[in-house]
Antibody
Framework: QLQLQESGPGLVKPSETLSLTCTVS??????????WGWIRQPPGKGLEWIGN???????FYNPSLKSRVTISVDTSKNQFSLELSSVTAADTAVYYC????????????WGQGTLVTVSS | QSALTQPASVSGSPGQSITISCTGT?????????VSWYQQHPGKAPKLMIY???DRPSGVSNRFSGSKSGNTASLTISGLQAEDEGDYYC??????????FGGGTKLTVL
């Protein structure tokens, strides 16, 4: 059974860079045509798509975040990562990682989510 | 990109059917059969309920169904049960090769 697990600091200072890692277990991140992505949810609010990366390394980002976001993949560690620079309180959210099969719209596997708070 | 439009809330009694709409444009919902729906319970990760407009993942009850007409996709839940209560989100592929979520709908089972 595929499992995804987010990890990273739960507290980030304003203007700094938020860094999270998603570790994939129960399957290879480079096997098959899958997209690996990040979604966030501010407290009490809706879901927001941040971006995703194809197993080959191609990336796609939310236009509203594109200037601050980098998603990368480390196939040797079976992980993919999110970096969000110049954070503000508005970036406080639960961050989820998820998998989508190519040529499909379904995000079929999700991590449990990790709360990141931006505060000094 | 603007969020897809969903009703803030819907409600129904056990056994009834409800439909949640998800309205976009010809550049997203209307242009592709790449719409999926998610159920989220408090404090939990979203769960995939419908993908590619109307396909249902293995293990999801056949009480859940999806459809699309023009720029509006819909999720219908028949035979409403108490466990169906929660938040529902749609997401669509866009012409910019990105994805956009709907604002979410809170389903209350009366």
């Amino acid at each position: 059974q595929l499992q995804l697990q987010e990890s990273g600091p739960g507290l980030v200072k304003p203007s700094e860079t938020l860094s999270l890692t998603c570790t994939v277990s129960g399957g290879s991140i480079s096997a098959g045509s899958y997209y690996w992505g990040w979604i966030r949810q501010p407290p009490g609010k809706g879901l927001e798509w941040i971006g995703n990366i194809y197993y080959s390394g191609s990336t796609f980002y939310n236009p509203s975040l594109k200037s601050r976001v980098t998603i990368s993949v480390d196939t040797s560690k079976n992980q993919f990562s999110l970096e969000l620079s110049s954070v503000t309180a508005a970036d406080t959210a639960v961050y989820y990682c998820a998998r989508r099969r190519g040529n499909s719209s379904g995000l079929d596997y999700w991590g449990q989510g990790t709360l990141v708070t931006v505060s000094s | 990109q603007s969020a897809l439009t969903q009703p803030a809330s819907v409600s129904g009694s056990p056994g009834q059917s409800i439909t949640i709409s998800c309205t976009g444009t010809s550049s997203d919902v209307g242009g592709y059969n790449y719409v999926s729906w998610y159920q989220q319970h408090p404090g939990k990760a979203p769960k995939l309920m419908i993908y590619d407009v109307s396909d249902r993942p293995s293990g999801v009850s056949n009480r859940f169904s999806g459809s699309k007409s023009g720029n509006t996709a819909s999720l219908t839940i028949s035979g409403l049960q108490a466990e169906d209560e929660g938040d529902y989100y749609c997401i669509s592929y866009t012409s910019s090769s990105t994805w956009v979520f709907g604002g979410g709908t809170k389903l209350t089972v009366l």
